[in-house]
């Protein structure tokens, strides 16, 4: 009976680390995803704090194409507002395009594309575009390890009593997809 009763204590204990275990590692998959996701906000403001810069010296060529600047202005303050990474994401991915858009509109006009400050600000934002894309993509890997750890078993037994849901992937706007147009 004692024997039994020990073997029966070491099972428990055994199962209960292994739980541990497991809620350990889900805590530890959902903040990797809050870090990964502050990466990208801290490069994603960084593109909204260059971008007014680079808006201004465009205007100073290209004042007639003041819908493109209205636009960047009004998705700079969206993203100021957004609240939730969803509504930052959707956010961004508009501010892409209307960047792609605002860089032909640069290419409209070549005394501005030979203007130092330009050409700087062009370099700074293809930097923190290039950083941008290395973000997302490992946010993307955190966020498909969490999502896969709590959809499998036992994490989804785990996940739904701890609160945990699914996450969003960081996916391309559907702008992206178009090529862009380029005349010489």
Same mark, same amino acid.
């Given at each position: 009976?004692?024997?039994?009763?020990?073997?029966? !204590?070491?099972?428990? +204990?055994v199962a209960v680390l292994w739980g541990v275990g497991k809620? @350990?590692?889900?805590?530890?998959?959902?903040?990797?995803v809050d870090a990964q996701w502050a990466n990208i906000e801290?490069?994603?403001?960084?593109?909204f704090d260059l971008i007014p810069n680079l808006v201004n010296t465009v205007k100073g060529f290209a004042a007639q194409e003041k819908g493109i600047f209205t636009e960047v202005t009004r998705l700079r303050s969206q993203w100021a507002s957004a609240g939730t990474p969803d509504e930052k994401v959707g956010?961004?991915?508009?501010?892409q395009g209307a960047? !792609?858009?605002?860089? +032909?509109?640069a290419e409209n006009y070549p005394d501005l594309k030979s @203007?130092?400050?330009?050409?700087?600000?062009?370099?700074?934002?293809?930097?923190?575009?290039?950083r941008i894309s290395v973000e997302r993509r490992r946010y993307n890997e955190s966020v498909r390890a969490y999502n896969s750890a709590i959809r499998g078993i036992p994490g989804k037994f785990y996940a739904g009593g701890m609160?945990?849901?699914?996450?969003?992937?960081?996916?391309?706007?559907?702008?992206?997809?178009?090529?862009?147009?380029?005349?010489f």
């Open positions: 009976m004692k024997k039994t009763l020990i073997i029966v !204590g070491i099972v428990v +204990l809620y @350990n590692k889900l805590i530890r998959l959902d903040e990797g801290t490069v994603l403001q960084r593109r956010v961004a991915n508009q501010m960047m !792609g858009r605002l860089m +032909l509109v @203007n130092q400050n330009f050409l700087a600000l062009q370099d700074e934002l293809a930097g923190t575009e290039n609160g945990l849901e699914k996450r969003t992937p960081f996916e391309a706007a559907p702008e992206a997809a178009a090529v862009p147009v380029v005349e």
